[in-house]
């Protein structure tokens, strides 16, 4: 008999210590408890680069945090790793608990500090805007769906346009193939595949895709 009726990441969501690990992990909608040994290659790379990027921002505050197993304030790793949530991949528990975290910054003291450390100049005008209006907090949110909106729109174009169809049609577009001509054009321009491997390139396509299908 279960006692915990909600999900892992609701569960993190809820909790007022966590660690690096844990919220890295859930970025990716992966179970927080998860070990490196248990992630693919192609991910693991890129969540031990975020693990390092998160501990820095932290550090950036004079906060000592000795490594990414370390417990600590809920709010502050959440508002650390802020800037790497992506609509479409971060369970939108996870997405919402970063946002609660920033604005809980928003009427610091020292509120200047916490938003460079957390997302750069960018942060800081935003957060100057709700301090002063109140407005502008799903400014980030609305970014990403409009670029979402954008990528699934040119997968659509590239189907109806591409003259042998192989893309497949603007309603069904053949991401396999598209992926393909994307890595020779890498090849081509001496580029590597970091953030762009083969199963990140068609799940953000699917959720693009996704983004276009159900606009209004």
């Not at 919220?23 to 693990?51: F, H, M, T, W």
């Not at 802020?82 to 975290?101: C, L, N, Q, S």
Request: hydrophobic share 40%.
């Amino acid at each position: 008999m279960k006692i915990l009726h909600i999900n892992p990441f609701e569960r993190l969501a809820s909790q007022r210590l966590v660690t690096i690990t844990e919220v890295v992990n859930a970025l990716y909608g992966l179970n927080p408890n998860s070990k490196i040994k248990d992630i693919s290659n192609e991910a693991a790379e890129e969540i031990q680069d975020i693990r390092k990027s998160v501990i820095r921002n932290i550090r950036f505050l004079k906060i000592r945090v000795g490594s990414v197993s370390e417990e600590l304030d809920a709010d502050l790793v959440f508002a650390a790793a802020h800037d790497y949530m992506r609509i479409g991949v971060t369970p939108e528990e996870i997405i919402e608990r970063g946002k609660e975290a920033i604005e809980s910054f928003y009427y610091t003291n020292d509120w200047q500090n916490y938003m460079m450390a957390f997302g750069g100049r960018s942060l800081v005008e935003l957060a100057a805007q709700v301090r002063k209006t109140g407005r502008g907090q799903h400014r980030k949110s609305d970014e990403e769906a409009g670029t979402l909106k954008m990528m699934g729109l040119l997968i659509k174009l590239l189907a109806d346009k591409h003259p042998s169809k192989k893309y497949g049609r603007s309603d069904k577009p053949t991401i396999s193939e598209i992926y393909k001509d994307v890595l020779c054009l890498i090849e081509r321009e001496s580029l590597t595949t970091k953030g762009v491997g083969k199963s990140t390139f068609a799940a953000k396509a699917s959720v693009a895709l996704k983004s276009v299908i159900g606009d209004d």
